[in-house]
């Protein structure tokens, strides 16, 4: 079974500027969040998708986060524009089914995004 | 508020010692409690998931222990390995929110 897969793995960019993520989650599954993880830090969810719905972006900053999954499949996570403080690992997860209790979520390698 | 807390925030061990990493939480409702492994550059992977009524689950040389009077896990590392040098990240959902996420234990076994 492949895994979740993102990319690109590293991007620099100068703040002020626009950059965008890329997710494709674990085939068959519906649930697909994105995490910030700032270093020294464990994950913060910034938005869930639960096929191409929204179920929480109460923690997306969004004035310049935003995030799209039009066909239920895979996701794009957007920066516009970005700030020094948006410097940390963007991780994406899939999950059969949200809310489920046991519910696993597997998470891609990460874009790891340096502001400058 | 919920809340993860993970203990020692670094950890460095000889190679073939053994350590244990403790997680203390305050999430609740409680369901299960999970620890993540989170090798540098890659994104975490489960080790465990352990339910209200487990009080000990093991995977290969890793064990975890869940006291869900007192809201404490531990992870214990049997034999280290240089491979086991990453973050562990103790992780408790808490019913549909999202999941609370300790700032983990930066483990580095050394030879």
């Known amino acids: 079974e492949a895994g979740v897969a993102q990319s690109p793995r590293y991007k620099i960019i100068e703040k002020r500027q626009s950059v965008a993520f890329w997710c494709n989650p674990i085939s068959g599954h519906a649930t697909l969040y994105w995490y910030q993880q700032i270093l020294g830090q464990g994950p913060k969810l910034l938005i869930q998708f639960q096929n191409n719905g929204v179920v929480d972006d109460s923690q997306l900053p969004k004035d310049r986060f935003s995030a799209e999954r039009l066909k239920g499949v895979d996701s794009t996570l957007k920066i516009q524009p970005a700030k020094l403080e948006d410097s940390a690992v963007y991780l994406c997860?899939?999950?059969?089914?949200?809310?489920?209790?046991?519910?696993?979520?597997?998470f891609g390698p990460g874009t790891r995004l340096t502001v400058l | 508020k919920n809340q993860v807390e993970q203990s020692p925030q670094s950890l460095i061990i000889l190679e073939g010692k053994n350590c244990t990493l403790q997680?203390?939480?305050?999430?609740?409702?409680?369901?299960?409690l999970r620890w993540y492994k989170q090798d540098t550059g890659r994104g975490p992977v489960s080790l465990t998931i352990m339910t209200f009524s487990e009080n000990t689950k093991s995977n290969g040389r890793y064990t975890a222990t869940l006291d869900a009077d007192t809201k404490q896990s531990s992870l214990h590392i049997t034999a280290s390995q240089l491979s086991d040098s990453a973050s562990y990240i103790c992780?408790?959902?808490?019913?549909?929110?999202?999941?609370?996420f300790g700032k983990g234990t930066r483990l580095s076994v050394i030879a």
């Open positions: 992780v408790v959902p808490s019913g549909n929110t999202p999941l609370v």
């Open positions: 997860a899939s999950s059969h089914v949200a809310g489920a209790v046991y519910n696993e979520q597997f």
């Open positions: 997680c203390n939480y305050t999430v609740s409702p409680f369901s299960n």
